[in-house]
């Protein structure tokens, strides 16, 4: 079983703590994924500390104030570390107003670099969307052909059809078990095989039955048993459809 999307530089407990609980769950593998520069060398030490870790190095779009060719030259020179699988998160985040958000400008500048960046190292491109669905599918469009791409926590079930078709991994997060996100869980029904995921997305997003807790890389498996229960098969069996997914798309 796999986490295909995690931040355990803002878990409370360490890193050490976080994996070995993980692993004692059943997560074999993991995906913790930066926002900046720090938190990219954070998520590469994590990984070069534990063989159950990889990395995805990217400017996380509410962070993409300024983006310049300077943060680009450090995220080329970050994606290059033989641990780092994946690009972003990346995307738009119209959520939050600039200030304290960034700058529409910078977002769309900084989405477009890492779009490229992907495509130069031949890395899936891991996407961010908040208050943005239509911007962030024509950009991807019009300028991620060719590029993996994994829709994180999904939050779009009424475009579904249009990611499906465009080639997109969907990776559903722990709110897809939440009683007011029945359009997320029957579009989880229906996601095929080959493109699904399941992530944490921690320490956000704490699945249903454990909700009084921050999120951990270990809850996943909370996510993954109401995938399992939507979709009419066994725990294990989905737990090595999605493990089979993320070797693919990841190549860990």
Same mark, same amino acid.
């Given at each position: 079983?796999?986490?295909?999307?995690?931040?355990?530089?803002? +878990?409370?407990?360490p890193d050490s703590?976080?994996?070995?609980? *993980?692993? *004692?769950?059943?997560?074999? $593998?993991?995906?913790?994924?930066?926002?900046?520069?720090?938190?990219?060398? #954070?998520?590469? &030490?994590?990984?070069?500390?534990?063989? #159950?870790?990889?990395?995805?190095?990217?400017?996380?779009? =509410? #962070?993409?104030?300024?983006?310049?060719?300077?943060?680009?030259?450090?995220?080329?020179?970050?994606?290059?570390?033989?641990?780092?699988?994946?690009?972003?998160?990346?995307?738009?985040?119209?959520?939050?107003?600039?200030?304290?958000?960034?700058? *529409?400008?910078?977002?769309?500048?900084?989405?477009?670099?890492?779009?490229?960046? *992907?495509?130069?190292?031949? $890395?899936?491109?891991?996407?961010? +969307?908040? &208050?943005?669905?239509?911007?962030?599918?024509?950009?991807?469009?019009?300028?991620?052909? %060719?590029?993996?791409?994994?829709?994180?926590?999904?939050?779009?079930?009424?475009?579904?059809?249009? +990611? /499906?078709?465009?080639?997109?991994?969907?990776?559903?997060?722990?709110?897809? =078990?939440?009683?007011?996100?029945?359009?997320?869980?029957?579009?989880?029904?229906?996601?095929p095989q080959e493109? /699904? /995921?399941?992530?944490?997305?921690?320490?956000?997003? =704490?699945? #249903?039955?454990?909700? $009084?807790?921050?999120?951990?890389?270990?809850?996943?498996?909370?996510?993954?048993?109401?995938?399992?229960? /939507?979709? %009419?098969?066994?725990?294990?069996?989905?737990?090595?459809?999605?493990? +089979?997914?993320?070797?693919?798309?990841?190549?860990?």
């Amino acid at each position: 079983m796999i986490d295909s999307h995690t931040h355990l530089h803002l +878990c409370e407990q360490p890193d050490s703590e976080l994996v070995a609980e *993980a692993v *004692a769950a059943g997560v074999g $593998k993991m995906l913790t994924v930066g926002t900046d520069g720090a938190s990219c060398r #954070q998520a590469l &030490a994590a990984a070069e500390a534990f063989p #159950q870790v990889h990395a995805a190095v990217g400017r996380h779009p =509410t #962070q993409a104030r300024g983006f310049d060719d300077a943060d680009l030259a450090e995220l080329r020179a970050l994606a290059a570390h033989e641990r780092c699988v994946a690009i972003g998160e990346s995307g738009l985040d119209f959520h939050h107003p600039s200030p304290p958000s960034a700058p *529409a400008d910078d977002q769309r500048r900084a989405f477009a670099a890492q779009i490229e960046l *992907a495509r130069a190292t031949a $890395k899936p491109l891991v996407i961010h +969307c908040r &208050a943005a669905e239509n911007e962030v599918l024509a950009q991807l469009a019009s300028e991620a052909e %060719g590029v993996s791409v994994v829709m994180h926590c999904f939050s779009m079930p009424d475009r579904l059809r249009e +990611c /499906l078709d465009a080639g997109y991994a969907i990776s559903f997060a722990g709110n897809v =078990t939440y009683r007011s996100a029945a359009d997320l869980a029957d579009a989880a029904r229906r996601v095929p095989q080959e493109s /699904l /995921l399941v992530e944490t997305d921690a320490p956000y997003l =704490t699945p #249903q039955p454990v909700r $009084k807790h921050r999120n951990r890389p270990a809850f996943v498996m909370h996510t993954l048993a109401f995938v399992a229960q /939507l979709r %009419g098969v066994s725990v294990d069996e989905l737990g090595d459809l999605v493990q +089979c997914n993320a070797e693919r798309i990841f190549g860990w």
